[in-house]
């Protein structure tokens, strides 16, 4: 919500003071939303997923990155007036807010949790059912070595 009151801000500044008071505003704020999505995200993420998960995050990031300063250019110049290309950053700020809005970060954070406790289970299960399988050492390996022009203990098979 700060950095939508923050880009809204930009399109009302008159001086110098008012564009370093805006910066700090946007960086304080910038810095602790993204702090705090990465570890909501770090929560709602069933850890078999989380680098699937934390990947399409950067690559959205990278995206957003891209297509944002450009529309802020498209629009300056189509209308002449930097202060016109704060509206559609305003309106991607609006749309990310309604967004979270709609997050149910308590029933995420189950959702996760019970993801991770299945995990925990199943390898449970994996290791107890490891017990009725041979071991390593008990295991042959044949490996036919004539005709192959495998070298043998110095002599080729």
């Known amino acids: 919500m700060l950095l939508m009151v923050a880009a809204l801000g930009c399109t ?19 810095t602790g939303g993204f702090t705090f999505f990465r570890s909501l995200l770090s929560d709602l993420s069933p850890p078999d997923q989380a680098a699937k998960i934390f990947g399409v995050s950067s690559s959205v990031g990278r995206l957003s990155g891209f297509l944002g300063p450009l529309i802020f250019g498209l629009v300056a110049d189509w209308t002449g007036n930097q202060r016109y290309g704060f509206i559609p950053i305003i309106g991607f700020l609006f749309f990310a807010a309604v967004a979270l809005a709609r997050v149910d ?21 994996c290791s107890e059912s490891s017990h009725t399988r041979p071991r390593d050492e008990d295991a042959t390996l044949s490996i036919p070595t004539e005709g192959t022009g495998l070298l043998m203990n110095g002599r080729q098979g």
């Open 12 to 30: 009302f500044l008159k001086s110098e003071v008012h564009y370093w008071i805006l910066s700090t505003v946007l960086a304080l704020a910038g």
């Open 105 to 125: 970060i308590h029933r995420g954070k189950a959702r996760a949790s019970n993801v991770e406790e299945l995990l925990v289970k199943k390898d449970l299960a």
